[in-house]
């Protein structure tokens, strides 16, 4: 069985950071690309940042230049660094990982449950 779980959100002022962290535990071989994405009220999932295993990183128009993402394979844990954040990035963020659970099986996503990060203008 696979988890991943997020830590780090809550409630920040504009203007403040927050830092996530996502950690993936379980009976993992090997991990792809891990990332986050966002999900505000009445809106659809988006894509926040993704990073690959070698640490390729991509982000989202809205927060570039604000958000970092990095990743640290030894630990299995990706984490967002959240800088100058705005109301409009208000949402739920969830963690995502393409990872493989055994040998001859392909790779999978996996999502964390979601951590609620709330920015009070």
């Known amino acids: 069985q696979v988890q991943l779980v997020e830590s780090g959100g809550g409630l920040v002022q504009a203007g403040g950071s927050l830092r996530l962290s996502c950690a993936a535990s379980?009976?993992?071989?090997?991990?792809?690309?891990m990332g986050w994405y966002r999900q505000a009220p009445g809106k659809q999932r988006e894509l926040v940042a993704t990073i690959t295993k070698s640490e390729n990183a991509n982000y989202a128009d809205s927060v570039t230049g604000r958000f970092t993402i990095s990743r640290d394979n030894a630990k299995n844990t990706v984490y967002l660094q959240m800088n100058s954040l705005k109301p409009e990035d208000t949402a739920v963020y969830y963690c995502?990982?393409?990872?493989?659970?055994?040998?001859?099986?392909?790779?999978?996503?996996?999502w964390g449950q979601g951590t609620q990060v709330t920015v009070s203008s």
């Open positions: 379980g009976r993992i071989i090997s991990i792809n690309a």
């Open positions: 995502n990982a393409d990872l493989k659970t055994q040998v001859f099986r392909p790779f999978s996503d996996y």
